[in-house]
T-cell receptor
Framework: ETGVTQSPTHLIKTRGQQVTLRCSSQ?????VSWYQQALGQGPQFIFQ???????GRGNFPPRFSGLQFPNYSSELNVNALELDDSALYLC?????????FGSGTRLTVV | GQNIDQPTEMTATEGAIVQINCTYQ??????LFWYQQHAGEAPTFLSY????GLEEKGRFSSFLSRSKGYSYLLLKELQMKDSASYLC???????????FGGGTRVLVKP
């Protein structure tokens, strides 16, 4: 098992720019979900992909979009970055009932 | 929608016991998770309850009462390394997302 890996680990972007975050799922896990965690708060659900199709979305605007690839890796794209998008972005992969989280990408928008 | 409440912060002494309560109001329920998260790191799985009762795993135990919308995480024989945030999360009926509480910061003092 290789676990869930996310890249990059840290990123600084300017307001208005676009960003792509990447996630490699744990081997065999066909479901991936993304969460945003602001400092001192619990993670907030962004969306989930199952076998390359989005099958759930939280209360985030359309400028947050994603993809899942045939190997079950995933991307989170955020357009028109705002200062409030600064957060830790967590990816979690699952097969069945459990979830395995990656260490996250710390995004800072200045 | 879902609402998850847990205390913001707790302090305990090394070797003692601490109980972290979590109450939830949900439109559907498909399991409750507890995660440990050290600052800047991935949440790591501690326990999963889907039926009422107590689940014990070493120094950690978790309890669920679905009729009361209530769970607790019990940490025994506290160690300094247990200083972390503890996240309560509920999976909805659709099974496609976790809703997290804000997390409880536990500080273990010598």
């Amino acid at each position: 098992e290789t676990g869930v890996t996310q890249s990059p680990t840290h990123l600084i972007k300017t307001r208005g720019q676009q960003v792509t975050l990447r996630c490699s799922s744990q081997s065999g896990h066909n479901t991936v979900s993304w969460y945003q965690q602001a400092l001192g708060q619990g993670p907030q659900f962004i969306f989930q992909y199952y076998r390359e199709e989005e099958n759930g979305r939280g209360n985030f605007p359309p400028r947050f979009s994603g993809l899942q690839f045939p190997n079950y890796s995933s991307e989170l794209n955020v357009n028109a970055l705002e200062l409030d998008d600064s957060a830790l972005y967590l990816c979690a992969s699952s097969l069945g009932w459990g979830y395995t989280f990656g260490s996250g990408t710390r995004l800072t928008v200045v | 929608g879902q609402n998850i409440d847990q205390p913001t912060e707790m302090t305990a002494t090394e070797g003692a016991i601490v109980q972290i309560n979590c109450t939830y109001q949900t439109s559907g329920f498909n399991g409750l998770f507890w995660y440990q998260q050290h600052a800047g790191e991935a949440p790591t799985f501690l326990s999963y309850n889907v039926l009422d009762g107590l689940e014990e795993k070493g120094r950690f135990s978790s309890f669920l009462s679905r009729s009361k919308g209530y769970s607790y995480l019990l940490l025994k024989e506290l160690q300094m390394k247990d200083s972390a945030s503890y996240l309560c999360a509920v999976r909805g009926a659709a099974g496609n997302k976790l809703t997290f509480g804000g997390g409880t910061r536990v500080l273990v003092k010598p």
